[in-house]
């Protein structure tokens, strides 16, 4: 089970890879790719590595592992071309004039950003993979080029000072092994792997070369004898199949005794084997098989054909105690998965008639939203080494649809996974049917419901709660989105006081040319970016007018310029609107006097409306109650909750039970022991020996309703509970 052999080649030359592409792509112009390397070779002419050997060997071996990944060949040639404009002052405009639009565009892409000077090694990272980024949502080929690249260096990274090889493999592992395993390709993934534990960690890596290589006799006879008993057994029942057998990759090993706590001699599983076959129903017609002949290994089978993961891969891995009672992982594929999982996307890389397909994925996409909505440097990278790791658990949505998620995520991180609105409007979750808290963690196989309200809003909290750094993200844009627009409108009412002041206003600024001059000395871009910096206190209302000609003049005829912020204002409003003792807001007024629908008893956090009603003023329904009768009602108003105002409100749940002695007392003690307040219960026995329970309870909103329903839920005795 041979992975791809990405070995430095010294003595590669450009018709090695002709023939090479020959053999995979017999139809293509080569005389394009020859002319490739005479322009590579010209502009690097005179150029050494650190290893002393010609600067042409690297963008030849580039190359070399884009044909082993059986690349296009505008892939292949911006393989050769890569550094060109980085390190021989050729511009794109000369790529594009000699060969490409394409192969201009991936190779610009690949381009470092080496003649900007970052304060630390972190910026000069991140700065390069936004750049990377942005050109690979264009290009997906831009990345597969550059993790070609980047096993390249890995593999002559010997010639470098011992910083630079530590600083090398660390960011090989913290972003290009990510990148390899979203891709998919494996082989480049797991080869990366193992170039960083060489580098990093060489006394483990030289350690574990050794243990393995000490059995390698009695290994490969092992190896050997398991093939054969494979073969036979699937024979047996007629399959046709290719088998495989090799030891596990030094990496993964070294995570097994991490994972474990243990040394190289306690692994047992070391050895993996790959059964490929003709179609997916043979694959489990092996899985069969394997588990009639040897014993499965309890909790170790994983169906990744029925369920794949996000990067396309497929498989049906499964551990089963072989010959000689020793513990060997299978895995059973079609020659297609195969093909898939060691190559990733290039594997679906194809020519259509008139024009090439490229591939567009969706993380890619979501990438770049982050590039643009993130300024902080810091919070990118924590993206990109955080939400490139695939692999954790597999949930589904009420519809059946399939999501992975990392290990420890919350519903919370689920409900941002789905859409951001389904995450910023999240008051709760059932999972498998039952109510649970949003800080509970996701098992494989849950379904999972996201319940939503549209008066719910993403709070500071919930960065505790979430995992990904997705759901972190989106969190914290939509805080930001509320400071920048309190910081806007108390910055607006501080400007236009101030203005008064010197009898004039924002328009009449804005006709003079003021207001430009104004922005251009804040150096800002708007006026709202102005008004928030004001309402942020950045900027003074000293400075504001000292940057306003016209207000310098008159400053002398003006005795106060200090005005008292907004915020004052708004804390007054809030006091006196703390108050009053109703909970509904009607037209922004707090002292209307409205009544609660009894059809539906709204509480906080439930989607409202307000009608007047003739004869009797506005009640309140929710938005969903099916009670009313729009014919009885003269017109709706605008009707919200009152966020300052903390009191309790009547809802009524229902509660379906086995009919046990006692239940109804067991759930009064659960409630009260909520410090939730029972106003009333009734209870009758219902056919098939159940028990109907209808408690009217006082909540202060929709999360402690909910909290109650889940805790409740959780009785043995609980058949199902509902808002009544």
């Given at each position: 089970?041979?992975r791809?052999?990405?070995?430095?080649?010294?003595?590669?030359?450009i018709?090695k890879l002709?023939?090479?592409?020959?053999a995979?792509?017999?139809d293509v112009?080569?005389?394009v790719?020859k002319?490739?390397?005479?322009f590579?070779e010209k502009?690097?002419?005179?150029q050494?590595?650190?290893s002393?050997?010609d600067?042409?060997i690297?963008p030849?071996n580039?190359?070399?592992?884009?044909i082993?990944?059986?690349m296009?060949?505008d892939c292949?040639?911006?393989g050769l071309?890569?550094d060109?404009?980085e390190?021989c002052?050729?511009t794109p405009e000369?790529?594009?004039?000699e060969f490409?639009?394409?192969?201009?565009m991936?190779?610009?892409?690949l381009?470092?950003?080496?003649?900007?000077?970052f304060k630390?090694?972190?910026e000069s990272?991140?700065?390069n993979?936004?750049k990377?980024?942005v050109?690979?949502?264009a290009?997906?080929r831009v990345i597969i080029v550059?993790?070609?690249d980047?096993?390249?260096?890995?593999?002559?990274?010997?010639?470098m000072?011992?910083e630079?090889?530590?600083q090398?493999a660390q960011?090989?592992?913290?972003?290009?092994?990510?990148l390899a395993s979203?891709?998919g390709?494996?082989?480049v993934k797991a080869?990366?792997?193992?170039l960083?534990?060489?580098?990093?960690?060489p006394?483990?890596y030289?350690r574990l070369?050794?243990?393995?290589a000490?059995n390698?006799k009695a290994?490969n006879s092992y190896?050997?004898?398991v093939?054969d008993?494979?073969?036979?057994?699937?024979?047996?029942?007629s399959?046709?199949?290719e088998?495989?057998?090799?030891p596990?990759?030094?990496?993964?090993?070294y995570?097994?005794m991490m994972?474990?706590g243990?040394?190289?001699?306690?692994?047992?599983?070391v050895l993996a084997?790959r059964?490929?076959?003709d179609?997916?129903?043979?694959?489990?017609?092996?899985?069969?098989v394997?588990?009639?002949?040897f014993?499965?290994?309890p909790?170790?089978?994983?169906?990744?054909?029925a369920?794949?993961?996000?990067?396309n891969?497929?498989?049906l891995?499964t551990a089963?105690?072989?010959?000689?009672?020793?513990?060997?992982?299978?895995?059973?594929r079609?020659?297609?998965?195969d093909?898939?999982?060691?190559?990733?996307?290039?594997a679906?890389?194809k020519?259509?008639e008139g024009g090439?397909?490229i591939n567009?994925?969706d993380?890619?996409q979501?990438?770049?939203e982050f590039n643009k909505?993130?300024?902080n440097?810091s919070e990118?990278?924590?993206v990109v080494?955080n939400?490139?790791d695939?692999?954790?658990?597999f949930?589904?949505?009420?519809k059946g649809?399939v999501?992975e998620?990392r290990y420890?995520?919350?519903?919370?991180d689920f409900?941002y996974?789905?859409?951001?609105?389904?995450?910023?409007?999240?008051?709760?979750?059932?999972?498998?049917g039952?109510?649970?808290?949003?800080k509970?963690?996701?098992?494989s196989?849950d379904?999972?419901d996201?319940l939503t309200s549209?008066?719910q809003?993403?709070?500071?909290?919930?960065l505790n709660?979430v995992?990904?750094t997705?759901?972190?993200a989106?969190?914290?844009q939509w805080l930001?989105?509320v400071?920048?627009s309190?910081?806007?409108?108390?910055?607006?009412d501080?400007?236009?006081?101030?203005?008064?002041?010197?009898?004039?206003?924002?328009g009449a600024?804005r006709?003079?040319?003021m207001?430009?001059k104004c922005l251009?000395h804040?150096k800002?871009?708007t006026?709202?970016?102005?008004?928030v910096?004001?309402?942020?206190?950045k900027?003074?209302?000293?400075q504001?007018?000292?940057?306003?000609?016209?207000l310098?003049e008159k400053?002398?005829e003006?005795?106060d310029?200090?005005i008292k912020?907004?915020?004052e204002?708004?804390?007054?409003?809030?006091?006196?609107?703390?108050?009053s003792n109703?909970?509904?807001?009607?037209?922004?007024?707090?002292?209307?006097?409205v009544?609660?629908?009894?059809?539906?008893n709204p509480?906080?956090?439930?989607a409202i409306?307000?009608y007047i009603?003739?004869?009797r003023?506005?009640t309140?329904h929710?938005?969903?109650?099916?009670?009313v009768d729009h014919?009885?009602f003269g017109r709706n108003?605008?009707v919200?909750?009152?966020a300052?105002?903390?009191?309790?409100h009547?809802?009524?749940i229902k509660?379906?039970t086995?009919?046990?002695?006692?239940?109804?007392?067991?759930?009064?003690q659960?409630?009260?022991?909520?410090k939730i307040?029972i106003?009333?219960?009734?209870?009758r026995?219902?056919?098939d020996?159940?028990?109907s329970?209808?408690?009217?309870i006082?909540?202060h909103?929709?999360t402690e309703l909910?909290?109650a329903i889940?805790?409740i839920?959780?009785?043995?005795?609980v058949i199902?509970?509902?808002?009544?």
């Amino acid at each position: 089970m041979d992975r791809l052999d990405f070995s430095h080649e010294r003595d590669l030359t450009i018709d090695k890879l002709v023939s090479r592409v020959e053999a995979y792509f017999p139809d293509v112009d080569l005389a394009v790719l020859k002319k490739a390397y005479g322009f590579a070779e010209k502009a690097h002419q005179g150029q050494k590595r650190s290893s002393g050997e010609d600067y042409i060997i690297h963008p030849l071996n580039v190359a070399s592992t884009l044909i082993k990944l059986q690349m296009d060949l505008d892939c292949i040639i911006a393989g050769l071309l890569h550094d060109v404009v980085e390190d021989c002052e050729i511009t794109p405009e000369t790529i594009e004039k000699e060969f490409s639009g394409d192969i201009a565009m991936i190779v610009v892409g690949l381009t470092k950003i080496s003649k900007i000077e970052f304060k630390t090694r972190e910026e000069s990272q991140a700065e390069n993979f936004r750049k990377m980024v942005v050109a690979m949502a264009a290009d997906i080929r831009v990345i597969i080029v550059k993790l070609a690249d980047r096993m390249h260096n890995m593999r002559t990274l010997q010639y470098m000072s011992d910083e630079k090889q530590k600083q090398i493999a660390q960011e090989t592992l913290d972003i290009y092994v990510p990148l390899a395993s979203r891709l998919g390709i494996n082989s480049v993934k797991a080869e990366l792997e193992d170039l960083y534990l060489r580098f990093l960690k060489p006394e483990v890596y030289y350690r574990l070369a050794e243990k393995v290589a000490m059995n390698r006799k009695a290994r490969n006879s092992y190896i050997e004898e398991v093939i054969d008993i494979l073969k036979f057994k699937l024979m047996e029942f007629s399959v046709k199949a290719e088998v495989k057998g090799r030891p596990k990759h030094f990496y993964s090993i070294y995570k097994k005794m991490m994972s474990r706590g243990v040394d190289f001699e306690q692994i047992q599983d070391v050895l993996a084997f790959r059964v490929i076959v003709d179609n997916i129903t043979e694959c489990y017609k092996v899985l069969g098989v394997m588990h009639s002949s040897f014993t499965p290994i309890p909790g170790r089978f994983k169906d990744y054909i029925a369920i794949p993961k996000v990067n396309n891969y497929q498989s049906l891995h499964t551990a089963v105690i072989g010959p000689k009672a020793e513990r060997i992982e299978v895995q059973i594929r079609t020659m297609e998965m195969d093909l898939v999982a060691e190559t990733g996307v290039a594997a679906h890389w194809k020519y259509k008639e008139g024009g090439k397909s490229i591939n567009k994925l969706d993380w890619v996409q979501e990438l770049l939203e982050f590039n643009k909505a993130l300024k902080n440097n810091s919070e990118f990278m924590d993206v990109v080494k955080n939400d490139l790791d695939i692999g954790g658990v597999f949930v589904f949505t009420p519809k059946g649809d399939v999501h992975e998620l990392r290990y420890g995520s919350t519903p919370l991180d689920f409900a941002y996974a789905v859409h951001t609105e389904v995450g910023n409007h999240c008051v709760g979750a059932k999972i498998n049917g039952k109510m649970v808290s949003l800080k509970y963690r996701l098992k494989s196989g849950d379904s999972v419901d996201i319940l939503t309200s549209k008066t719910q809003a993403p709070s500071k909290d919930w960065l505790n709660i979430v995992k990904t750094t997705r759901a972190k993200a989106k969190i914290k844009q939509w805080l930001l989105k509320v400071e920048r627009s309190r910081f806007k409108e108390v910055g607006e009412d501080i400007v236009d006081k101030l203005l008064k002041k010197f009898a004039t206003n924002i328009g009449a600024l804005r006709k003079n040319g003021m207001v430009d001059k104004c922005l251009s000395h804040f150096k800002v871009d708007t006026l709202d970016d102005f008004y928030v910096h004001v309402g942020s206190g950045k900027f003074t209302t000293g400075q504001i007018v000292s940057a306003i000609p016209y207000l310098e003049e008159k400053r002398h005829e003006v005795d106060d310029i200090d005005i008292k912020p907004f915020a004052e204002k708004l804390s007054k409003s809030n006091q006196k609107r703390l108050k009053s003792n109703n909970a509904i807001i009607v037209d922004g007024m707090s002292d209307v006097v409205v009544r609660m629908g009894k059809c539906c008893n709204p509480i906080p956090g439930d989607a409202i409306l307000g009608y007047i009603t003739r004869g009797r003023g506005i009640t309140v329904h929710t938005a969903e109650c099916t009670r009313v009768d729009h014919a009885e009602f003269g017109r709706n108003v605008h009707v919200e909750w009152n966020a300052d105002l903390n009191t309790k409100h009547p809802v009524n749940i229902k509660i379906i039970t086995h009919d046990k002695p006692g239940v109804l007392s067991l759930i009064s003690q659960l409630i009260n022991g909520l410090k939730i307040n029972i106003r009333s219960a009734v209870a009758r026995s219902l056919p098939d020996r159940k028990g109907s329970f209808l408690f009217e309870i006082e909540v202060h909103d929709y999360t402690e309703l909910l909290k109650a329903i889940s805790a409740i839920e959780s009785l043995k005795e609980v058949i199902s509970v509902s808002r009544a």
